[in-house]
């Protein structure tokens, strides 16, 4: 079943007779085309894609089952919309109200004459589980973002800034196939590692510092994610235990992880351990998150989420402690939620490296 066909399906719940999706996430996955401007509209009958001059090329050689219908001075999305709705006599229409503004909420109200209902989240109910070959999209950029890390790893030693390894991340996983980044990589050393989301600065690595290394890349629109922590020259007795730590809640999370069991469950497996240990207050984020066409995407495995994990949910697994003035680490990988377990989709070493 295609993404197209999984939307046309959510219009008897919605009590709707199309769908109206401008979001460009949504569009993609309704579609699988990116594009920055561009409008879906699906019915009961026909899928509708309308864009501009700057794609249409590109829209009708790559998507299938949509009518494809170029925007023009003469022809305004307004007027295009609102043909289709007429020839599918649509009366009710279920727009994307969690990302719309209400500013162009009341320009559409105006400009088209049907009912406009809110659709909630509802899209994202049937992204969370993710298909065969979506996840196989995934797995590629998360091969392409470690063999930007095995290509980078050497590079890494005293004297060299947190920019210049965020920058080879960047290049090496586009020289390796990478569409985009999934986000700004985050790299930081040794005091800075202490910031879960610090900015990459011009701080020179040193010995002795840990080097924590989140980082990710699309491919075929879909994201990877995954965070390394490594030590340059030595680690410290202390160093040694905080990494094993987060190693260890790690496991405690990924053993626990499985279709049917709810976020808040996953997470407490792995907090538990970092508590135990004595640094419960320096883990102070979630467990994980889920990711596809965005890189932060529901159901999450955290303290606050009692939905359980649905089967083809895709998962970060990122514990971390951050101890203020001194160093942090994180180490993520990325599951896929199974009935009986979760398959990992992650294959870069994990034993701490001292470089």
């Known amino acids: 079943m295609t993404n197209a066909e999984k939307l046309r399906g959510m219009l008897p719940s919605l009590s709707a007779d199309a769908l109206f999706i401008t979001s460009p996430e949504n569009r993609f996955y309704a579609t699988e085309f990116r594009s920055s401007a561009g409008i879906v509209v699906i019915t009961a009958e026909k899928s509708y894609f309308f864009t501009d001059f700057r794609y249409i090329e590109a829209a009708r050689a790559n998507i299938s089952g949509f009518e494809i219908e170029m925007v023009a001075a003469d022809k305004k999305y307004t007027v295009l919309i609102s043909e289709a709705l007429a020839a599918n006599n649509v009366k009710k229409l279920a727009f994307e109200d969690e990302t719309m503004s209400v500013a162009t909420f009341e320009q559409w109200k105006k400009a088209l004459e049907v009912e406009f209902c809110p659709i909630g989240s509802a899209i994202y109910g049937l992204r969370q589980s993710k298909e065969d070959w979506e996840v196989a999209h995934m797995v590629a950029a998360q ?59 011009d701080k020179k690595i040193e010995a002795g510092d840990f080097v924590t290394m989140d980082f990710g890349c699309r491919y075929m629109g879909y994201c990877s994610d995954m965070t390394r922590t490594v030590a340059v020259g030595y680690a410290t007795d202390e160093m040694k235990k905080v990494y094993e730590t987060v190693l260890a809640a790690q496991h405690a999370g990924l053993a626990a992880s499985r279709a049917g069991v709810s976020g808040k469950d996953i997470d407490s497996a792995a907090r538990d351990v970092i508590t135990a240990a004595g640094y419960g207050e320096h883990f102070g984020h979630s467990y994980g998150h889920s ?65």
Do not use: W
């Open 143 to 201: 091969r392409i973002a470690e063999k930007a890390l095995s290509e980078v790893l050497p590079l890494i030693k005293p004297g060299v800034t947190e920019k210049e390894i965020a920058g080879e991340l960047i290049y090496r996983m586009l020289k390796n196939g990478a569409e985009d980044m999934s986000f700004e990589p985050i790299v930081v050393s040794g005091a800075n590692s202490s910031k879960p989301h610090g900015v990459p600065s």
């Open 291 to 355: 990711l596809g066409i965005e890189i932060h995407e529901p159901p999450n495995a955290a303290q606050s989420v009692e939905t359980l994990m649905p089967v083809g949910a895709v998962v970060s697994a990122e514990p971390g402690i951050y101890i203020p003035g001194k160093f942090g680490v994180r180490i993520e990988d990325v599951v896929v939620m199974c009935e009986n377990g979760c398959e990992n989709i992650t294959l870069a070493k994990k034993d701490l490296i001292i470089l």
